[in-house]
């Protein structure tokens, strides 16, 4: 196990992937790049019609391309050293990690872009279910690669939606626009602040002396994807109560934390909490991209933290490991730390003055270790750049 993961180098992946695809299919590839992403604050917001603040990540995944003639789409996997053969027209899911691929495929038929009648080679350094979404930095890297091999473009916004439709409809996973988006949209030295209902965003400048630092708990719970659907709902009764008082509401996005104090009285406790989560969640959002704009960090860092007590308390998705994890970050010296994705495990995001990352890094590894007898896995990354070609020029730049 890897303490500290830190990217490979670029260029060198591009060249070993060029290598690969001209050994297998006796042909000049064209490849492009997707990052993973992290989300530094707005936690199940987007499907309460809220705000985001996600960060692309400097591990992604790599789509090598070019077209074949016969009709059919093979897919190489250099992780999993797989290869799948797949027709669009009758596509159906399989099950593994080539639905990802056949997905974005199918919808880009559906839409009528694209090839699949083509080779695809993907490798990723993204790690795989960590929260990283390594998901969508293959559907991103995997679509732009099918469009262009089609010798077409496609808007970004464009192509993050398609892509979440794959992974909705097609894989099956209930997931809002964010991973997709910020892998399209990613900007490098800045946070992405993405109003889920309208997609309008805004690219916030992150200081360049302050790293992120990622630390993997190491734990999955199995209660998650249930967990997930349930507080779902419970929004969604929220909503349903607190429309017979406030008729204009659509979605928790548009309640202020002061109607739901005025209306608390009609929700039972329990869709209090959870509706309080929510609504607190979309201020700080806002709160913390004005603090970095105004470069107070330290608010930054206090709304973090607010986070992920309101998290705990309030919405129920922590657990021991990830709270012990941000008690530990916040003791050696994080600006701010929070749980990151959807909860019961998987990565907290802390945001670190760089030239103390080091230090930090082994003090939390350590403490971690002593309490839960687990390793954590550390990613450090700045703010990354969305996807691309790879070309020489940009392999130069990376
Ligand atoms: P996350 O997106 O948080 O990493 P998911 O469960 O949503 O976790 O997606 C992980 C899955 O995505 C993997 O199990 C695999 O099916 C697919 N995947 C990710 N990276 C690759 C890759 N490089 N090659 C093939 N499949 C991949
Ligand atoms: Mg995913």
Not at 61 to 88: C, K, Y
Not at 312 to 331: K, M
Request: proline content about 4%; hydrophobic content about 40%; aromatic content about 6%.
């Amino acid at each position: 196990m890897v303490e500290s993961a830190t990217p490979a180098p670029k260029a060198a992946i591009a060249e070993g992937l060029r290598r690969e695809f001209e050994v297998r299919f006796k042909s000049q590839p064209r490849i492009f790049r997707a990052p993973g992403r992290v989300n530094l604050i707005g936690e199940h917001t987007d499907y309460n019609d809220g705000w985001v603040m996600p960060a692309a990540i400097e591990f992604g995944t790599w789509a090598a391309v070019a077209p074949r003639s016969d009709g059919t789409l093979h897919i190489v996997s250099l992780n999993f050293n797989e290869e799948r053969v797949v027709s669009p027209e009758g596509a159906e899911r399989r099950g593994d990690w080539s639905d990802y691929v056949s997905g974005v495929a199918v919808m880009l038929r559906r839409a009528g872009l694209g090839t699949a009648d083509a080779n695809l080679v993907l490798w990723g350094d993204v790690p795989l279910g960590a929260g990283l979404s390594s998901s969508a930095s293959v559907e991103i890297s995997a679509g732009l690669a099918l469009v262009a091999a089609g010798g077409q473009q496609l808007a970004r916004t464009e192509l993050a939606r398609l892509c979440q439709r794959a992974e909705n409809d097609f894989v099956g996973a209930r997931c809002g626009i964010m991973d997709q988006f910020i892998s399209s949209h990613g900007r490098a030295g800045h946070a992405l602040l993405l109003d889920c209902r309208s997609l309008e965003y805004e690219l916030i400048p992150l200081p360049a002396d302050v790293a992120i630092v990622i630390a993997n708990s190491m734990v999955k719970h199995e209660l998650a994807a249930g967990e997930y659907n349930a507080r779902r709902a419970e929004c969604e009764e929220g909503v349903l109560i607190l429309q017979r008082s406030l008729p204009g509401i659509r979605a928790l996005r548009d309640v202020s934390l002061q109607q739901l104090e005025q209306h608390r009285g009609d929700l039972p406790p329990k869709i209090y909490r959870r509706c309080r989560y929510v609504v607190s969640e979309n201020a700080r959002v806002l709160e913390f991209a004005r603090a970095l704009k105004a470069g107070e960090l330290r608010r930054a860092g206090e709304l973090m933290a607010e986070s992920h007590a309101s998290l705990r308390d309030d919405y129920e998705v922590s657990c021991r490991e990830l709270d012990l994890l941000v008690s530990f970050a916040s003791e050696a010296g994080a600006i701010g730390s929070r749980m990151t994705g959807g909860g019961f495990g998987g990565c907290v995001v802390n945001l670190v003055a760089q030239a103390d990352a080091e230090r930090f890094q082994s003090e939390l590894a350590r403490n971690y270790e002593q309490a839960t007898g687990m390793k954590p896995e550390l990613y450090r990354t700045r703010a990354a750049d969305g996807a691309h070609e790879v070309t020489a020029r940009s392999e130069k730049n990376a």
